[in-house]
């Protein structure tokens, strides 16, 4: 685990170049991820971060505010880790132009803005300051190169199925026009 978070971090670091363009297979990916996996582990917690640091990196990518939905499930994330013994999961809250979250899961930070206010239970909430790294840049590489390690495979939703081959099946039927991408985006 502070393996992967520490070559991730090392990544974004070191990451100088212009923004990366995410697809819309990307986002469909990330969205399912936030919508439907089922966080029982660290592993959980730094996909469904990567998630959502996606999707803040596509909103920004076409200047459409209503991708910010997600951040609704910043809360739900809180709420759900509150709930569980998670190891290597740090949480904070800052005021810093309305309420600044941020994760650190492992070795990796991420930092979100929420209005929403949210309590942190006593087991993962620890003072910390943002380490100024940041993952929008390169959102698109951080969250494959963790979706394409053996320690996420075996990933599941909340109906307990694999989750890969869910996501497989959802983006051949936007490939096939079955499902239009305003109608996945809709269900943010």
């Not at 297979?25 to 990567?50: G, P, Q, R």
């Not at 709420?79 to 650190?104: A, H, M, Q, S, W």
């Not at 006593?122 to 390690?149: H, S, V």
Request: glycine share 4%; net charge negative.
């Amino acid at each position: 685990m502070f393996e992967l978070t520490s070559e991730l971090n090392e990544y974004a670091k070191n990451y100088q170049e212009d923004p990366e363009i995410i697809s819309n297979e990307d986002l469909i990916k990330a969205i399912y991820f936030i919508d439907n996996l089922y966080i029982d582990n660290e592993i959980d917690v730094l996909v469904f971060l990567l998630s959502l640091n996606l999707c803040n990196a596509y909103a920004k990518q076409i200047d459409n505010h209503d991708i910010y939905k997600f951040k609704k499930d910043i809360a739900t994330l809180i709420k759900i880790i509150n709930e569980r013994n998670i190891p290597n999961l740090k949480v904070c809250t800052t005021n810093d132009k309305g309420n600044l979250y941020i994760f650190e899961v492992g070795n990796i930070q991420f930092s979100f803005h929420d209005e929403k206010q949210v309590t942190i239970g006593d087991f993962y909430y620890q003072e910390m300051k943002w380490d100024g790294i940041r993952k929008q840049p390169c959102a698109k590489t951080l969250f494959n190169k963790c979706l394409d390690n053996e320690i996420t495979g075996n990933m599941k939703n909340m109906m307990g199925e694999l989750i890969k081959p869910n996501i497989e099946k959802l983006i051949n039927n936007y490939h096939d026009n079955k499902l239009s991408f305003e109608e996945i985006i809709n269900n943010i």
